[in-house]
């Protein structure tokens, strides 16, 4: 499972306020990502980050901020959650050397 | 901007009969290429990748799948499906330069009826 972990699993949470999800990993793993997954549109980056303070924006990320501080922790923050960001939210990471992604669990947040 | 395209949105088939699932991509030059499946309630795992050499590659679980760059495709593929198949499928590309972001379809359900 690559070691990731994401907390919180699930959240319920109410328009207007501000929402953090974690990522964490074990492995020393340079690039991690977050994607969100909603039906019929499959999964969509909305940020990533190649290296400690070193982020960038994917295809959706208005509305959404991240922080890397730390090799092992990537931050994920709605600044005013809205109920367009109900979704399971995933983190990943590339492992050294290869392509491919190693996901996380998931977060189920739903946004009232 | 690549896009990834699965024709299929939701596939049902009956036990052991064949499974092809198309996948087109829209990238011309070098790609890596992925196959995920996520089961009920679970993450994403890796299927089976395509990175060079032998376009027809296989992966976990007899599933395999054929990579012709002439059509742009990479169609996942599996003889004889099983109940415990029952999952969503997507494909996903990196075109290698960018940071190496995936970009994915928009998945296929898969449904085995026993």
């Known amino acids: 499972d690559a070691g990731i972990t994401q907390s919180p699993r ?6 207007g306020t501000p929402v953090t999800l974690r990522c964490h990993q074990t492995e020393n793993h ?3 990502y977050w994607y969100r997954q909603d039906p019929g549109h499959g999964l969509r980056l909305i940020h990533y ?3 400690v303070k070193d982020t960038d924006k994917g295809e959706v990320s208005d509305g959404y901020s991240v922080s890397r501080s730390k090799t092992e922790d990537f931050l994920l923050t709605l600044e005013s959650a809205t109920s367009s960001q109900t979704s399971v939210y995933f983190c990943a990471i590339r492992t050294s050397g290869s392509y491919e ?8 947040l739903t946004v009232t | 901007a690549q896009s990834v395209s699965q024709h299929n949105h939701h596939v049902i088939l009956s036990e052991a009969a064949s499974l092809e699932l198309g996948c087109n991509y829209s990238y011309g030059g070098t790609v890596n290429l992925f196959w995920y499946v996520q089961y009920p309630g679970q993450h994403l795992q890796l299927l089976l990748k395509y990175f060079s050499g032998d376009p027809l590659v296989k992966g976990i679980k007899g599933f395999e799948a054929e990579f012709i760059k002439s059509k742009f495709s990479f169609n ?11 999952a969503e499928y997507f494909c996903a590309v990196n075109s290698g330069g960018s940071n190496y972001k995936l970009t994915f379809g928009k998945g296929t359900l898969l449904t085995v009826n026993p």
Request: glycine share 10%; hydrophobic share 20%; proline share 6%.
């Open chain 1, 49 to 51: 980050s190649y290296g």
């Open chain 1, 30 to 32: 340079r690039y991690m």
């Open chain 1, 10 to 15: 699930h959240k319920v949470t109410e328009t």
């Open chain 1, 101 to 108: 992604q190693y996901f996380g669990p998931g977060t189920r």
């Open chain 2, 76 to 86: 996942l593929r599996k003889p004889s499906v099983q109940w415990s198949d029952t």
